[in-house]
T-cell receptor
Framework: TQLLEQSPQFLSIQEGENLTVYCNSSSVFSSLQWYRQEPGEGPVLLVTVVTGGEVKKLKRLTFQFGDARKDSSLHITAAQPGDTGLYLCAGANYGQNFVFGPGTRLSVLP | KAGVTQTPRYLIKTRGQQVTLSCSPISGHRSVSWYQQTPGQGLQFLFEYFSETQRNKGNFPGRFSGRQFSNSRSEMNVSTLELGDSALYLC????????????FGPGTRLTVL
């Protein structure tokens, strides 16, 4: 069974601070996605990474896929209250369905 | 292009009843997956439908079932509802499924009393 762990589970920071959240597994994935989910809504896809060592940037968000394709990180620079939400990572291998991590709940205080 | 839509958004049922939830995927997407999200268990995969056939199934009891129509719209049904079935039910669509990028609907919040 493929499992994904995310850390930290909860994170509360002040506006303007930087942060990094992690997604780890003992399994290799062919692709990994990051989502942000707000209360009462479905997850919104932020990025998909498919190549070991790949780095993708989305404005103030930087995503990295580990060289071995077992882990990933999400770094947010100068966090804003609008970044508040549940950040989920999900891994998949071709022909299989996604496995989701438990999420990191981020709160950015003004 | 319209996103994934789910109806109803909110539903209250009592134990023992049954419920049907609906999902309309993004136009052109043929794969629809269903997930259950609870605070304790997180997002758990229920099943995936592709071209009107169930292609994958998660570890849920037979009370949970689904189907997909020729226009790719999908429904899921839960029979003999239990209190523990209270959750946010999410559907996600993708072009071909099985590891491709998927896009979620807003979910249906089911409360079982």
């Amino acid at each position: 069974t493929q499992l994904l762990e995310q850390s930290p589970q909860f994170l509360s920071i002040q506006e303007g601070e930087n942060l990094t959240v992690y997604c780890n597994s003992s399994s290799v994935f062919s692709s990994l996605q990051w989502y942000r989910q707000e209360p009462g809504e479905g997850p919104v896809l932020l990025v998909t990474v498919v190549t070991g060592g790949e780095v993708k940037k989305l404005k103030r968000l930087t995503f990295q896929f580990g060289d071995a394709r077992k882990d990933s990180s999400l770094h947010i620079t100068a966090a804003q209250p609008g970044d508040t939400g549940l950040y989920l990572c999900a891994g998949a291998n071709y022909g299989q369905n996604f496995v989701f991590g438990p999420g990191t709940r981020l709160s950015v205080l003004p | 292009k319209a996103g994934v839509t789910q109806t109803p958004r909110y539903l209250i049922k009592t134990r023992g009843q049954q419920v049907t939830l609906s999902c309309s995927p993004i136009s052109g997407h043929r794969s629809v997956s269903w997930y259950q999200q609870t605070p304790g268990q997180g997002l758990q995969f229920l099943f995936e439908y592709f071209s009107e056939t169930q292609r994958n199934k998660g570890n849920f009891p037979g009370r949970f079932s689904g189907r997909q129509f020729s226009n790719s719209r999908s429904e899921m049904n839960v029979s003999t509802l239990e209190l523990g079935d209270s959750a946010l039910y999410l559907c996600a669509s993708s072009l071909e499924g099985q590891g491709e990028e998927q896009f979620f609907g807003p979910g249906t919040r089911l409360t079982v009393l």
